[in-house]
């Protein structure tokens, strides 16, 4: 596992990787395409590509004027509908515009069924938005796998308005906000009064509530989700106490949702002046850190599946205790990886 820091790769590799982040820089769409798919590909080389490409182009100097938005709720919620009006909204303020989908008509056929927009066609003809639809088999935890390392791309490529939206998957959605600067959850109205099926820790990784489909029959309905959703919120203990908003609206009827956009910037600027945006990404790359680190020892460890047969033999047959089997073990991947 010996990664060379210098990496001096093949003369080809070094062009290739020097191309790529000229392109990027320049938000060629085709060179920030390929960049993702690089930092997606699970080979060593790539990954080693990857790394240095990314190094490259942030230069240890994160960008500090950009906006992470998370978008979570449950399939069928709106989610995508929202983001291609948000993403025209943005745009037409001067704004570019990068959203990363997960794309559940890859799984379970579900998008098809409830009419996915995940196309999100108007505004994916936009020339300062970049859509990138993912597989959710290249989910963990409802949001893209290399979430932060897309969305490094996304801003060295000069978008400055990032929107993550995440399959909704339980409580594990929650995973989004180690990645975002805010959290937007879409929640539906039931038939009655109640909130469609949130779960607790969702609603608490929320910085701003939004019940969607409040138009024809369900207005009412919307109304009452909004108040009882209000309701909810006030029985949670959050780290900040800062009041979080609950605005309802359709996604469809444009007019609705100007007090979204306008919740959505106070939020952006509130995370700005109040430094939580910038504790947030400090305490989020540390995280993502040790969560690199760890995979990259299990890849490692995985690799090593014949040797860990074999001790396991051992250890089944009572030869080798399991403490000495995996004393043994460990102490060949350190020797290995000098
Ligand atoms: N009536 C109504 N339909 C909506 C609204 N928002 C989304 N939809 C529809 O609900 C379905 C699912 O929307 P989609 O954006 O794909 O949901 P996602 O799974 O959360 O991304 C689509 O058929 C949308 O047209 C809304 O505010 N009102
Ligand atoms: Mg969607």
């Known amino acids: ?4 820091p210098s990496f001096p790769g093949h003369e080809k590799q070094r062009a290739d990787l020097s191309a790529l982040e000229a392109g990027v820089r320049v938000g060629n769409r085709q060179a920030l395409a390929q960049a993702i798919t690089l930092v997606e590909s699970e080979q060593k ?5 990857s790394a240095m490409l990314l190094s490259r182009l942030t230069e240890g100097h994160p960008s500090e004027t950009s906006f992470r938005l998370g978008i979570t709720g449950n399939p069928g919620a709106g989610k995508s509908t929202l983001i291609e009006a948000l993403g025209q909204h943005w745009i037409n303020q001067g704004e570019k515009v990068a959203v990363l989908a997960i794309d559940p008509s890859s799984s379970q056929r579900l998008g098809s069924i409830l009419g996915d927009k995940t196309r999100m066609e108007q505004l994916s003809k936009r020339k300062e938005a970049f859509i990138r639809p993912s597989p959710s088999s290249g989910a963990l935890g409802g949001i893209h796998r290399h979430s932060p390392e897309v969305i490094a791309l996304f801003e060295a490529a000069g978008y400055q308005r990032i929107i993550i939206e995440t399959v909704g998957v339980g409580q594990n959605e929650t995973s989004v906000q180690n990645v975002v600067d805010f959290t937007l959850l879409i929640a539906l109205p039931g038939a009655g009064d109640e909130v469609q099926g949130l779960k607790r820790g969702v609603m608490e990784a929320a910085d701003l509530l939004w019940v969607n489909k409040a138009d024809g029959e369900r207005k009412v309905a919307a109304k009452l989700a909004t108040v009882h959703l209000q309701q909810a919120l ?8 800062r009041a979080i908003e609950v605005l309802t609206g359709s996604a469809i009827e444009k007019d609705s949702l100007n007090p979204l956009w306008e919740a959505l910037d106070r939020g952006m600027r509130w995370g700005i002046a109040t430094g939580r945006t910038e504790e947030r990404r400090k305490h989020q790359r540390g995280k993502r850190l040790r969560e690199l680190i760890q995979q990259g020892l299990w890849n490692t460890v995985s690799a090593e599946h014949n040797l860990m047969n074999a001790i396991e033999k051992r250890v089944v047959s009572g030869e080798l205790s399991p403490s000495e089997g995996a004393l043994e073990f460990l102490r060949h991947l350190v020797t290995e990886n000098d």
Do not use: G, P, V
Not at 1 to 4: D, F, G, L, P
């Open 45 to 49: 080389d790539d990954q080693i590509s």
């Open 234 to 241: 006030s029985l949670f203990h959050r780290e900040d106490d």
């Open 1 to 4: 596992m010996a990664i060379n």
